[in-house]
């Protein structure tokens, strides 16, 4: 079954730091753009971040600008989110998540994107 596996989430206090980390399982994730989206309790899912597959292209939801740094490393296959400058509107469950077509572009959809994560746990709390 392809999967996502993310990591790095945890408890930090506002104005910390945290680095998500994405690896896929029985799949290549080079060859695909990634996005990342979270999900904060009673609320929906939204986009946070999203790279192209080459890496040249990254697009951010206005809330995280100039605090959250999507990246890749092709060598290791693994995708990253790092986050600074953390608030409590941070908190919530972080997810990646692969597109669909290999044309390497960012989606402008949730639909178009197909294979999710489990997430992981992200607290920003004093």
């Known amino acids: 079954q392809l999967q996502l596996v993310e990591s790095g989430g945890g408890l930090v206090q506002p104005g910390g730091s945290l680095r998500l980390s994405c690896i896929p399982s029985?799949?290549?994730?080079?060859?695909?753009?990634v996005g990342w989206f979270r999900q904060a309790p009673g609320k929906e899912r939204e986009g946070v971040s999203c790279?192209?597959?080459?890496?040249?292209?990254?697009n951010y939801t206005d809330s995280v600008k100039g605090r959250f740094t999507v990246s890749r490393d092709n060598a290791t296959d693994t995708v990253y989110l790092q986050m600074n400058s953390l608030k409590p509107e941070d908190t919530g469950i972080y997810y990646c998540?692969?597109?669909?077509?290999?044309?390497?572009?960012?989606?402008?959809?949730?639909?178009?994107?197909?294979?999710w994560g489990q997430g992981t746990a992200v607290t920003v709390s004093s």
């Open positions: 998540t692969r597109a669909k077509t290999r044309n390497g572009r960012c989606p402008g959809r949730r639909d178009e994107y197909d294979v």
């Open positions: 029985r799949f290549i994730l080079n060859y695909y753009a």
């Open positions: 790279i192209s597959r080459s890496g040249s292209r990254t």
